[in-house]
């Protein structure tokens, strides 16, 4: 009985060795704050050796590398570590806890960057487990515009107006698009020159279209099409010039005229109308 009970024991303590008890509690889920990081001039960065960081008040940091293209308008993923806060001590040296504050900085070409995002930081970090969707852009925004500044003075100044900083609007139209000049950033067109995008649809049948169009570097581009203006849906396509293989999501390495063809869903109405998304 006695060697049964021994036995007993020891298998328990092995057990207890074995299992990760002390990762698991007071440890909590991690949080998942991602985003895209654009430079000055709306250009998602594509330099792997440029970081994001974390960083608490206390230094506490958290370090993650830019991953070009990632996922559709993603370029960076930071994994929190999160505690739970019962003990004293936390079960990893930058682990957070729950509303713990927190800055982002980004780290591009030896120097260490203040996105225009955390101009308002330290924010509280969100609860265990949740994702937080946090864009950071490099530069100043001195207007407050959500535009940086680098940006939208050489947009203004590549159609020859000089408009200082603190008069330009962004709701304002200033090219003959029609399109505001917020949009007109959203677009990622280049700024030196402000009519780069334009977008055609060259010829269309039995619910597929042959759409023309300017790609603009760091951009992944979507289709969506719909019958009837009412409901839409993610269109699968070819890239003419590359080939037969079907994208459904083109990632551009570079500014360059892109010709696209749709390709009609079975077992669906013709698609009549088409939207082309960027991220």
């Known amino acids: 009985m006695k060697a049964l009970f021994n036995r007993f024991w020891m298998a328990a303590l092995a057990v207890c060795l074995y299992l990760p008890a002390a990762r698991a509690y007071p440890p909590a889920p991690e949080v998942l704050i991602y985003g895209i990081v654009k430079d000055q001039y709306g250009n998602p960065i594509a330099n792997p050796s ?3 960081i974390l960083q608490t008040p206390s230094g506490t940091q958290v ?8 996922a559709i308008g993603i370029n960076y993923a930071l994994w929190v570590p999160m505690d739970s806060g019962i003990n004293p001590t936390l079960y990893a ?7 713990q504050p927190y800055t982002l900085y980004v780290y591009d070409s030896g120097l260490t960057n203040l996105p225009m995002e955390m101009a308002a930081a330290p924010f509280p970090i969100a609860p265990p487990s949740q994702s937080v969707l946090k864009n950071l852009t490099l530069g100043s925004d001195a207007n407050h515009d959500g535009i940086p500044d680098a940006w939208e003075l050489a947009f203004l100044q590549s159609l020859g107006l000089n408009i200082p900083l603190a ?5 304002e139209i200033y090219t003959h698009d ?3 000049l917020y949009q007109e950033y959203l677009l990622g067109n280049y700024p030196y020159n402000p009519n780069a995008f334009a977008i055609t649809i060259l010829n269309q049948k039995a619910g597929s279209a042959l759409i023309s169009f300017t790609a ?12 009837d203006l009412k409901s839409w849906s993610p269109l699968s396509f070819t890239v003419p010039a590359l080939g037969a293989q ?9 500014i360059q005229p892109l010709q696209i063809r749709t390709i009609q869903p079975a077992n669906a109405p013709p698609m009549q109308f088409f939207r082309l998304a960027l991220q």
């Open 167 to 171: 008069d330009i609007n962004p709701n």
């Open 93 to 99: 040296t930058n682990a957070l806890t729950n509303g």
């Open 63 to 70: 370090v993650t590398g830019i991953q070009p293209n990632l």
């Open 216 to 227: 603009i570097a760091g951009r992944t581009y979507t289709v969506y099409g719909s019958p």
């Open 178 to 180: 029609g399109r505001t």
């Open 50 to 52: 440029d970081t994001v």
């Open 246 to 254: 079907v994208l459904s999501s083109f990632f551009s390495q570079q």
